[in-house]
């Protein structure tokens, strides 16, 4: 069954490349996206249930065996990732699409994102089934590169302006990765990881410790932790919703994955955990105070990512199977949530033409469905009971406790502040765009909403303002249809919380374990 | 293997000058500094690879090959750079084209600060800057935060 292995990267692809063949012709290009992303979650799936049953799956891409040739390497870990990302795609999808079919035909930039999406998605599968550093580095820059398009489709000046910080940071934290490559590849002869997890083993300790600074620092850009984290909040709420929700479920965390194989697999043991766990202390409460003093709901959850990356540096900096089980649950946790909450947040712009809190209010009479949108997801993430939000938090607080220590018992009193301070942000937007009374709406009529209509931009303009809330629908069918499935998705992750957390703290003890790893890539022992 | 001092002190001059240029307003020179950079990441990866004749069996004899491995990935690495550099230079004239220049702006926060300390100032102590009506333009756009204008 190892042929199911490099599906999840080659049908985006190629989806990609018939997209772009297609393109001028939306209907046919929607339907080959939502036929390949189906296909990537039910592969992916199918790989989740493999690897939990028979361990590791490998396959040497193009025949050449693995030292000299790259290798996908499909874990239980990846295979988790995988489902949740392909899940969470498939969703902002349906979602973009539901905004392009409400935006009309005439918004022509949509045909350059479908492909651009595709290539983003196996950018992202490629990170997560790299078997070599190297293939995790293209897979970085095969997302990151769609993401450059996608941050600044439409080209306003204010995308132009926040895009900018984005390529600028993310091309230092590629050169910075490259340089941590250099640096291995000239310590050990080797960047495949299953043989770097025994060859680094044997270097001096000063070597490693540049070694994982290196890389530590290249990964901690792209999973904004602070004081690596302030490009994110700067980025990220500028872009078209979907865009925006995406790259906050998905693309930080492919940084945290990276940081977990890493820290598992070529630099186990303690050594950098006290960093790490200062780390994940300030990234929690610096990021959740930013969150407090924001006005405007996309920069709140922007800042309210920031700060639950925290979360799972700490069960990473931790080194115990029962951390690593917390923060990985506490990836998938988190993947689906800030994704919902982004996709709800452009829910409401559009409802309501902004998303400045001093300018919303009285959307719980307003669109109740919408306020239900909000409400549960942002109850998740302040980790109230019992969702999985708090079932993560509560996984983490304990293996903290376990741990013991002073650091570790700096780490759960700071997570507990943020868990509370995270209620207090979530419910001040609760209070001020749903449950006062407030302005009106008519006041609260947007001049125009960039943001959430990009994709037809110049039909928004041409049309008369007063007209064109008329013409509108309010809240297309198929956006809050995707975003219900989100909002389900997250209340189902309560409900399996107990498989799911036994699935994570599987891959976490086989991370810690390593030689499954290993001996799955090398049957016959690391040459 | 012992690395070549020369390239050493290159790849760190190239290391420098990139960062020194990073550190600009002005995209362009960003763009310049980044370039450098990843010239001195490439150079640092061949030096790894080693030294040595060209890797062609019947050339060299396999014992004085420098490695493959490093020069194939630096072409993927150089391969990643001119595309990447393409992008950001589209950027920067779409910047020249929007605004007429391509510095880049400050941040929603920063503005937002620089706003309120221009509007607790008052309007007499704005005279005494120079970009004083830079800031209160700046000041009117960040307060409808991000509407287009």
Aim: proline share 6%.
């Amino acid at each position: 069954m190892t042929w199911l292995v490099p599906l999840p990267v080659v049908m985006p692809l190629l989806g990609a490349a018939l997209n772009l063949a297609l393109i001028g012709r939306p209907t046919v290009q929607r339907t080959i996206s939502i036929v390949v992303l189906v296909a990537t979650l039910a592969a992916a799936a199918m790989l989740l249930g493999l690897t939990a049953a028979e361990g590791p799956l490998v396959v040497a891409v193009g025949g050449w065996a693995a030292p000299l040739g790259i290798v996908l390497v499909a874990d239980q870990l990846a295979g988790l990732m995988l489902v949740v990302s392909a899940a969470v795609t498939l969703s902002v999808l349906v979602y973009s699409i539901g905004q392009g079919i409400a935006d009309g035909p005439d918004a022509a930039p949509v045909s350059v994102y479908h492909p651009t999406y595709l290539i983003l998605t196996a950018g992202v599968t490629n990170a997560f089934l790299a078997g070599d550093l190297f293939n995790l580095y293209v897979g970085f820059e095969i997302l990151l590169a769609a993401s450059y398009v996608l941050i600044t489709i439409g080209a306003t000046e204010a995308r132009i302006r926040d895009g900018t910080t984005y390529v600028v940071v993310s091309l230092l934290s590629s050169v910075v990765f490259l340089v941590g490559i250099g640096l291995v590849y000239a310590a050990t002869g080797t960047l495949n990881m299953a043989q770097l997890a025994d060859r680094i083993d044997a270097l001096p300790d000063g070597l490693r410790l540049v070694l994982q600074s290196v890389l530590l620092l290249a990964f901690g850009i792209k999973a904004a932790v602070f004081p690596l984290s302030a490009w994110l909040p700067d980025s990220y709420p500028t872009a078209i919703a979907p865009v925006t929700a995406v790259f906050a479920g998905l693309l930080t965390k492919v940084g945290i994955y990276a940081i977990i194989r890493t820290e598992t697999l070529l630099f186990p043991g303690d050594r950098g955990a006290d960093v790490l766990m200062v780390a994940a202390l300030l990234t929690m409460l610096v990021g959740i105070l930013g969150a407090v003093a924001q006005s405007d709901i996309k920069r709140l959850l922007s800042f309210t990512l920031v700060s639950h990356i925290g979360y799972m540096l700490f069960g990473i900096g931790l080194v115990s199977a029962a951390g690593l089980a917390g923060a990985i649950f506490y990836v998938v946790h988190h993947i689906v949530i800030q994704t919902t909450l982004f996709l709800t947040a452009g829910l409401i712009e559009r409802h309501a033409g902004t998303t400045n809190l001093e300018q919303l209010g009285g959307l719980a009479r307003l669109a109740p469905l919408l306020a239900l949108l909000f409400f549960i997801p942002a109850l998740n993430l302040a980790g109230i009971p019992p969702f999985s939000g708090f079932l993560g938090k509560l996984g983490l607080l304990q293996a903290g406790v376990t741990k013991g220590g002073v650091l570790a018992w700096l780490l759960v009193a700071g997570g507990v502040l943020t868990s509370l301070l995270t209620l207090y942000a979530i419910a001040r937007v609760w209070n001020l765009a749903f449950w006062r009374s407030g302005p009106a709406p008519e006041g609260a009529e947007p001049l125009s909403s960039e943001a959430d209509a990009p994709l037809a931009s110049h039909v928004a303009a041409k049309a008369p303002l007063a007209g064109r809330v008329a013409t509108r629908p309010v809240l297309p069918p198929l956006m809050v249809a995707s975003t219900l499935a989100l909002v389900v998705l997250g209340v189902g992750l309560t409900v399996v919380a107990g498989p799911l957390f036994d699935v994570s703290a599987d891959s976490a003890t086989q991370l810690l374990e390593r030689q499954p790893y290993v001996r799955a890539v090398f049957p016959d022992g690391a040459p | 293997m012992r690395p070549n001092l020369l390239f050493v002190i290159v790849v760190g001059v190239l290391f420098a000058a990139g960062v020194t240029l990073l550190l600009e307003r002005t995209l362009t020179r960003v763009i310049l500094g980044l370039a450098l950079l990843s010239n001195g990441a490439n150079l640092l990866i061949l030096l790894g690879g080693g030294y040595g004749g060209p890797p062609i069996v019947g050339v060299t004899a396999e014992s004085r090959m420098s490695d493959p491995l490093a020069q194939a990935m630096v072409l993927t690495a150089i391969v990643i750079t001119l595309g990447m550099t393409a992008f950001l230079l589209a950027m920067a004239y779409r910047s020249r084209v929007l605004t007429g220049h391509d510095e880049v702006q400050d941040d929603a926060e920063d503005r937002r600060i620089m706003a309120r300390a221009a509007h607790d100032l008052g309007p007499e102590t704005e005279d005494a800057q120079p970009d004083g009506p830079w800031l209160v333009l700046r000041a009117g756009a960040a307060d409808d935060d991000r509407a287009p204008r």
